[in-house]
């Protein structure tokens, strides 16, 4: 499968490029780069002392031409031009990108109509199981039980709380057969009285090189449970997208998340 990475020179671009280059399924079609980006010219591969003979372009149309699948973990603004890209030239799109308001997810709903899309705000198979034994747990507890999610990632992260943490809120509010928009509590300050009933509660930590660290906690009277998934290696988020780009070989038009990947 011809696999191409948007975004291909930051953090995460050039783990997603290694992943591809690493699996025997998967050929790198090419990569690109905003508008004066310094890897604009230079080899795809040279970040990682790798001669690919692609040249990172600014050219995302020509990419898509040259791609069955495209990987996404860029920004809002990027992955909603990217989405119309999709259906205009039919090809698979991964989205990886996190901090997408609703009417971006709306782009991306309309995009499914046309071409398969894998969505998700962590494409790590442990997060993956994780959302599944939130779900379940949520499912067990009552409201008896308070849910905190506590999340820590780099410094140099934008947005809060963090993609992951947020649906695995979606998770537990999917749970308690709630919506997470009616419960949720994004942060505290101040004098903020007794914590609602049924809230669902985030703290976000920055700092340092941590890649990402994400606990569920459910709170009750005389005991506390809580389930941590820890990464040390964003190589686990660009193993897991190259798997969702490969799932989308043959696969009809729709929404898709890691679920549908792993048969969950």
Sequence with gaps: MKIGIVGCHGRMGQMLVSAVLADPRTSLSGGTERGGSPALGQDVGKALGVVTSLKVTEDARALFEASDAIIDFTGPAATVLHARLAVETGKALVVGTTGLAEDDETVLLQTALSVPVVYAPNFSMGVTLLSALVEKTATVLDNNYDIEIVEMHHRHKVDAPSGTALGLGKA????????????????RDG??????????GFASLRGGDVVGDHT???????????????ASNRAVFATGAVRAALW?????PGLYSMFDVLGL
């Excluded at 009285?193 to 049924?198: A, Y």
């Excluded at 989308?248 to 009809?252: A, E, W």
């Design 172 to 187: 537990a509010a999917k749970g308690r057969a709630i919506a997470l928009d009616h419960v949720w509590r994004k942060s």
């Design 191 to 200: 004098v903020t009285g007794p914590r609602s009933k049924g809230e669902i």
């Design 216 to 230: 569920v906690i459910f709170a009750g009277d005389g005991e506390r449970i809580e389930i941590t998934h820890k």
């Design 248 to 252: 989308t070989r043959d696969r009809s």
